[in-house]
């Protein structure tokens, strides 16, 4: 890595650092309450009328890019406030966008590396597989018990393009923002089985790398173009 490549990635992050920084002062100098119940954001909301749709697509961007700031509430409240299809278009947008962010941030600081230590990897190296990770992204996508954040660093170090990272996170995340802006301030998630679903899709993840290692020349390995081919 040469100079000037280095301080493009220090300057990249410090730019995203600050404009992190400048999204949660603007949030809290406009009065975004502490607690992110959907009740409680949503009077928050009310009162900035249409001022109020960007605050919350900021709130979301700054809940996948920081990470420990929970998605659900932010898109429950979305549909109590503006309905159910606008709120999940708005929750939406500010998720893809916050995602986008996360993305390019590990795959400016981190592909690099990670393509140069695991080049033969299908997943990592630069014929990664498209199809494979395209399926992965919105699979991971669909279950609220992982991370957005830690799905879009992670997709950031692959050999995922941003065209199909950016679809696959939109679709795997269109049902359940869905089905949260719906159930608005009575939201709530059945912890069984969101890990129930969580671990059948686990499962399908790990095993399917080992079936198709056996079977590289199975119709469903040609379709996910292991081989490299995009």
Do not use: C
């Amino acid at each position: 890595m040469n100079r000037s490549s280095r301080l493009f990635r220090v300057s990249f992050l410090i730019v995203i650092v600050l404009v992190m920084a400048a999204i949660w002062l603007l949030l809290r100098q406009l009065g975004m309450p502490a607690s992110l119940a959907p009740d409680a954001l949503s009077q928050w909301l009310s009162q900035h009328n249409g001022l109020g749709m960007v605050l919350l697509m900021l709130l979301m961007v700054l809940a996948v890019v920081i990470g420990p700031i929970p998605t659900l509430p932010i898109s429950a409240t979305a549909g109590l406030v503006y309905g159910t299809a606008l709120g999940t278009a708005v929750a939406v947008a500010g998720a893809l966008a916050g995602a986008i962010i996360a993305f390019y941030l590990a795959r400016i600081l981190g592909r690099e590396l990670v393509q140069r230590k695991l080049d033969s990897n299908p997943v990592f190296s630069a014929r990664g597989s498209q199809r494979f990770l395209f399926v992965a992204v919105t699979l991971t996508r669909l279950i609220p018990l992982f991370s957005f954040a830690l799905i879009s660093y992670a997709a950031g170090v692959t050999a995922i393009s941003l065209w199909r990272y950016a679809l696959a996170t939109t679709l795997g995340m269109l049902p359940m923002t869905f089905v949260f802006a719906g159930l608005g301030r009575t939201f709530e998630f059945n912890p069984i089985l969101t890990v129930i679903a969580a671990a059948v899709i686990l499962v399908l993840m790990s095993t399917l790398p080992l079936y198709l290692s056996r079977r590289p020349q199975s119709r469903l390995a040609r379709w996910l173009q292991l081989d490299g081919r995009v």
